[in-house]
T-cell receptor, first 112, second 113 residues
């Protein structure tokens, strides 16, 4: 069966520090991978998606970047965090672009 | 631009009631629609996926319907239980092969014992 892992579960970082959130998927090959952010009082917003290794599409201009160094690994990064980067970050995967999406347990990021 | 709206934002019902959660979307050009459940501080759990060609899907006490032409979906929960308390999110997948989802703001449900 397929599983998705996200870590860390919670993170408190000072403004200006770097960020690296990791997501891995097991039990499937060549999944579509997604990073969403859920900010307080706002809905889930798609940040990045990837349809293959090294293929990253950005949905909104921001202080973050994403990379996919391996087929089932998706990394969200920042060189210098802003207060506005605080939120709940969720990784998701699907087989192709038309099937059911499955989400990880999320990372709660607080920038102080 | 596709927009997804969920009404009501919050709902409180006594245990045992049947209830309906509503989801509407502005652009009928969707590939499918997915309902999720989110417990506080947790990730999303997929409940039901309805393809654009389908009218409804059922899983246990849950039944989701889709009327693509009118831009509406409903999630029906039968015989609600306190364990059903959570936030329910609907999301549409626009036509295209990226698979990205556009979410509503959710309905927070409280089922009282």
């Amino acid at each position: 069966s397929q599983t998705i892992h996200q870590w860390p579960a919670t993170l408190v970082q000072p403004v200006g520090s770097p960020l690296s959130l990791e997501c891995t998927v097991e039990g499937t090959s060549n999944p579509n991978l997604y990073w969403y952010r859920q900010a307080a009082g706002r809905g889930l917003q798609l940040l990045f998606y990837s349809v293959g290794i090294g293929q990253i599409s950005s949905e909104v201009p921001q202080n973050l970047s994403a990379s996919r160094p391996q087929d089932r690994q998706f990394i969200l990064s920042s060189k210098k965090l802003l207060l506005s980067d605080s939120g709940f970050y969720l990784c998701a995967w699907s087989v192709g672009g038309y099937t059911e999406a499955f989400f990880g347990q999320g990372t709660r990021l607080t920038v102080v | 631009k596709q927009e997804v709206t969920q009404i009501p934002a919050a709902l409180s019902v006594p245990e045992g009631e049947n209830l309906v959660l509503n989801c509407s979307f502005t652009d009928s050009a969707i590939y499918n629609l997915q309902w999720f459940r989110q417990d506080p501080g947790k990730g999303l759990t997929s409940l039901l996926l309805i393809q654009s060609s389908q009218r409804e899907q059922t899983s246990g006490r849950l039944n989701a319907s889709l009327d693509k032409s009118s831009g509406r979906s409903t999630l029906y929960i039968a015989a609600s239980q306190p364990g059903d308390s959570a936030t329910y999110l609907c999301a549409v997948r626009p036509s295209g092969n990226t698979g990205k989802l556009i979410f509503g703001q959710g309905t927070t449900l409280q089922v009282k014992p």
